[in-house]
């Protein structure tokens, strides 16, 4: 009999089992992949260092910071360099900087004039009253159509690899809606709020970008050092839970094809929504099923590496390109210009996105051709002659990020039913509270405390 079972070895799971594991309670994880982290997973190679998975996070909430902390000198955060704060959206062809203020949001031209001066109004505007409102209509109603298309949708993009048309700001961006909900207005609430007193942890949530020095495998190496690797059962096939009385029988084969059972006074399942209905069978078809129907994008991210880099001036975090510039990429992440050491001296690395929710099509492009679009695009946008970099991979995320579309609430509303159905099962992962790495530290350390 174990105290916890938890299902899933990614950022989540292990931050979960970090936190048990300081609480000095009895616990083991099961992993199906032969090693822990889940998708991240940092490469070295010919000089270049790069990610498979996420690039980087956001210092959204005081629990990242505390983790590292815990961590010490297993883990270095690294911050983005201030240098290259700014963001690039493509309009007709040309890279432009998005506007950081007021003063950058009158004299850009992404902007067109009537939205320039609908903003003023903005305050002014009733709230909605509809909560299933879609992104796209929200901002349309309260910004306009050009605020719509040339910050919201590459913001978008970034983030969700999404659609603004599909996502639902109530599930997929709670802080934009409530900001509409609670002080009726974006601009009002933003200035209202930037004068509420913080406490010293929230002055220290300063939403800036971070990696770790030498890859977020770090992050991984350092969690499963703490939790220790006698926890952490890798190769754990056909994973199963069944409730038995007041408790769960887990069964599996191990990394020899053995099947094993143990007992569990608690599950925790961090694992995707399209493996909930082959962990848990006995869950009722009909709530699997409407946990089951979240969408998760495909998405292409392609590695680029130039040891000599002649191409425009990486001053930037990266560029994205809107949906209505009908080009073939989603956009770019100047990675050797946020970290340290991502490409030799003088050299440059980058993260290219392709696919999404809107452009299905280019995922399922053999890799062929996928080298040549990115090497076509890639010579246009970056202002590059000739297209002979000395890293290109090619990796492909078919479950890469869950939509928190229309769907959400009944998905959320019903995992709670589910879990108060079986007591001591908890339903985690990204099929809710958000997609983000912070998004996955903080939940992971919530659902500790429920141990």
Known sequence: ???????????????????????????????????????????????????????????????????????????????????????????????????????????????????????????????????????????????GKSFLNYAIDPFIIGVYAGDPGRLVPKYALPKLYQLEQQYGSFIGGSIKKQFQ???????????????????????????????????????????????????????????????ISIEARKVISTVGAHQLDQIMPFIDSVSLAKIGSLHYTKVLEVIVGFKEWKGMNLDAFGGLIPFVEKRDLLGALFMSALFKDRAPEGGALFSIFMGGVRRQDIYQLPDDEVQKIVGMEFCDLMKVTDFQPELFKIIRHPYAIPQYEADSGERFSTIVAIEQKYPGLVIGGNLRDGIGMADRILQGKKLSDVV
Not at 54 to 63: D, K, L
Not at 89 to 97: I, S, T
Not at 235 to 258: C, M
């Open 1 to 143: 009999m174990r105290e916890v079972v938890i299902i899933g070895a990614g950022l989540t799971g292990l931050t979960t089992a970090f936190h048990l594991k300081k609480r000095e309670l009895d616990f083991v994880v099961f992993e199906q992949a032969n090693r822990a982290g889940g998708v991240i997973h940092s490469v070295s190679e010919n000089g270049f260092l790069y990610e498979e998975g996420p690039n980087s996070g956001v210092i959204s909430n005081a629990e990242v910071l505390h983790l590292f902390e815990d961590l010490g000198a297993d883990c270095e955060m690294e911050v983005a360099a201030s240098a290259v704060k700014k963001r690039y959206v493509l309009k007709n062809g040309k890279w432009e900087a998005l506007p950081g203020g007021l003063k950058s949001a009158v004299i850009t031209p992404l902007f067109s004039l009537k939205d320039k001066f609908r903003i003023l109004l903005e305050p002014f505007r009733p709230k909605g009253k509809d909560p299933h409102e879609t992104l796209a209509g929200l901002v349309r109603r309260r910004l």
């Open 197 to 259: 007193p913080k406490t010293e942890e929230m002055k220290k949530v300063t939403r800036c970008v971070f990696s770790v020095k030498g890859g977020l495998s770090v992050l991984i190496d350092g969690l499963v050092k703490h939790i220790g690797n006698e926890r952490i059962l890798l190769n754990s096939s056909k994973i199963t839970v069944k409730p038995i009385a007041d408790h769960f029988e887990v069964s599996y084969l191990n990394n020899q094809g053995e099947p």
